[in-house]
């Protein structure tokens, strides 16, 4: 059975840095788009940033603050969030799909989400 278990939200000072794991397991997902959505209360889902083999891409909102990465071999992607502002507080999900996208539509495989809250 896939499964994605993402950890290391938490609570942060406005400036403050976390970073976020997701481990992949049921499946070897190296040939998979990894990438991370947020939900804030009240909002719709939206993409954050995303990974394949060869490209990244990142929402406006998070260039030059967020660093997506992936290890292979530990089956495992991250999510480096630096200079955190509390626009950024939301639920954060690893998701895994075929190829790039930034619609959560086309996302295959969601894990549960972790919390981030950055206070001010």
């Known amino acids: 059975q896939e499964q994605l278990v993402e950890s290391g939200g938490g609570l942060v000072q406005v400036g403050g840095s976390l970073r976020l794991s997701c481990a992949a397991s049921?499946?070897?997902?190296?040939?998979?788009?990894m990438g991370w959505f947020r939900q804030a209360p009240g909002k719709e889902r939206e993409f954050v940033a995303a990974?394949?083999?060869?490209?990244?891409r990142y929402a406006d909102s998070v260039k030059g603050r967020f660093t997506i990465s992936r290890d292979n071999a530990k089956n495992t992607v991250y999510l480096q969030m630096n200079s955190l502002k509390p626009e950024d507080t939301a639920v954060y999900s690893c998701?895994?799909?075929?190829?790039?996208?930034?619609?959560?539509?086309?996302?295959?495989?969601w894990g549960q989400g972790t919390q981030v809250t950055v206070s001010s």
């Open positions: 998701a895994a799909s075929a190829y790039i996208t930034t619609n959560p539509k086309f996302v295959g495989y």
């Open positions: 049921g499946r070897t997902f190296s040939t998979y788009a």
């Open positions: 990974i394949s083999w060869s490209n990244t």
